[in-house]
């Protein structure tokens, strides 16, 4: 299977901030790279896929960049409805698989 | 709207059974592949079992192969998970998420709230 691995696991960050997570996979994926946002206790929300296409409704603020092997989720202007885990999921190689998280918190 | 609801999660006995349904609405069913996806209590996420839109297509994670079974009924828009010969690692939340195309391609672009499942000895 792919390993997905982020980092950092965990963030202490401030409203204002410029945020960077990055995720980093055992084999090649193209672009097939997603991220969600999962908040205490709802399900996982999709942000971003095919590495850096917005979801429909997801502020500009959130970007993704990267290719082949490292891939990067971007908040340009950390909102208080930002703090979230995060995940990065993979979809290139079957099974899919996702990261193991990043909290980002005050 | 796309909207996903899980039913069918409770406690259940190590090496029981349980199945899961998800009812889904504003979309058209039949056109997307769908999965299941669960997450273990203060865990990450888990790609368990897909299935393709028309139903030929079934996909498992070898954590589950040969005990759970996906399937679908296109005619009442809803997803199946039957769960047999449980363990205690099978205890977690269970979602059920919408691929965004026919065939499974793994790219999850809707989420049900979940349904928790909770396995005991």
């Known amino acids: 299977d792919v390993q997905m691995t982020q980092s950092p696991s965990s963030l202490s960050a401030s409203v204002g901030d410029r945020v960077t997570i990055t995720c980093r996979a055992s084999?090649?994926?193209?672009?097939?790279l997603a991220w969600y946002q999962q908040k205490p206790d709802k399900a996982p929300k999709p942000l971003i896929y095919?590495?850096?296409t917005l979801e429909s409704g997801v502020p500009s603020r959130f970007s993704g960049s990267g290719s082949g092997t490292d891939f990067t989720l971007t908040i340009s202007s950390l909102q208080p409805d930002d703090f979230a885990v995060y995940y990065c999921q993979q979809y290139n190689i079957f099974p899919p698989t996702f990261g193991g998280g990043t909290r980002v918190e005050i | 709207e796309v909207q996903l609801l899980e039913s069918g999660g409770g406690l259940v006995q190590t090496g029981g059974s349980l199945r899961l349904s998800c009812t889904t609405s504003g979309f058209i069913f039949n056109k997307f592949a769908m999965s299941w996806v669960r997450q273990a209590p203060g865990k990450g996420l888990e790609w368990v079992s897909g299935i393709s839109g028309s139903g030929d297509g079934t996909y498992y994670a070898d954590s589950v192969k040969g005990r759970f079974s996906i399937s679908r009924d296109n005619s009442k828009n809803t997803l199946y998970l039957q769960m047999n010969n449980v363990r205690a690692d099978d205890t977690a939340a269970y979602y059920c998420v919408k691929d965004w195309m026919e065939i499974c391609l793994y790219y999850f672009d809707s989420w049900g709230q979940g349904t928790q499942v909770t396995v005991s000895s």
């Open positions: 084999q090649g994926l193209n672009s097939w």
């Open positions: 095919n590495t850096a």
